[in-house]
């Protein structure tokens, strides 16, 4: 960002997603893509840096990440607490009311509005891969801004992230076997792009800018956005 710690707190809804003010500046921040759109920061070209994160069940993650703590819950908060239904129902234009609906710059009916997608994008190019077409973890090779990229669908967990499918300087093809991730060169990669067996082991591949959202907020920040499969 900007070198600074920002501390942040709700602020609204702007293009129906909730956005969020810096406690240091009153600056308005998008959660989604990072951005300031109004504030004394507005202008200034900033952008907090998207990381990867990785949905799975917790068994999972301590397979992998065994000395794991864990955030425990606030017991005077106990009430508040709840499911979020992410993915869950249709909805549209009248979700939020008139929160979604006279905010919403962009409203995009070729999905679902609840659709789960992963959406990816570099450059100017993004790309919507709706997790609902495949039913087992799915390797996609693709092209993304000119460059070679390759995506990770896991729908059984919600979680799907991309990455550059160049190691090395060469271009590698992945492929699933066995409910796992390997690639043309032998390596075994778990599904954050770390390389846990064969040549590479040890290695990470390159993140490309990706996170698994609801299509209704993709595509009303991403209006030009395409998706996989469709023409």
Request: proline share 3%; hydrophobic share 40%; no cysteine.
């Amino acid at each position: 960002m900007n070198e600074v710690a920002h501390t942040f707190e709700t602020a609204g809804i702007y293009n129906g997603l909730f956005v969020m003010a810096d406690r240091e500046t009153g600056s308005v921040w998008t959660h989604f893509d990072g951005t300031v759109i109004t504030g004394p920061l507005a202008g200034a070209g900033l952008a907090m840096e998207i990381r990867p994160l990785t949905h799975t069940s917790w068994g999972s993650w301590l397979e992998d990440h065994g000395d794991t703590t864990v955030l425990a819950p606030i017991e005077q908060y106990k009430a508040w607490y709840g499911t979020s239904g992410w993915g869950d129902g249709n909805i549209g234009a009248s979700w939020l009311g008139p929160l979604f609906s006279d905010t919403v710059i962009n409203d995009d009916d070729r999905l679902a509005g609840n659709e789960l997608v992963l959406g990816a994008g570099v450059g100017d190019d993004f790309r919507a891969y709706s997790l609902a077409m495949v039913d087992e973890l799915t390797v996609i090779h693709d092209d993304l801004g000119g460059q070679p990229v390759v995506v990770f669908l896991d729908p059984a967990n919600m979680f799907g992230l991309a990455f550059s499918s160049v190691v090395d300087g060469e271009e590698r093809q992945f492929f699933v076997d066995d409910g796992e991730v390997f690639d043309s060169q032998g390596t075994r990669w778990r599904l954050d792009g770390h390389g846990t067996d064969g040549p590479d082991e040890g290695t990470s591949l390159e993140y490309v800018t990706s996170f698994v959202t609801e299509w209704y907020g993709w595509a009303t920040y991403h209006p030009e956005t395409t998706i996989y499969g469709s023409s």
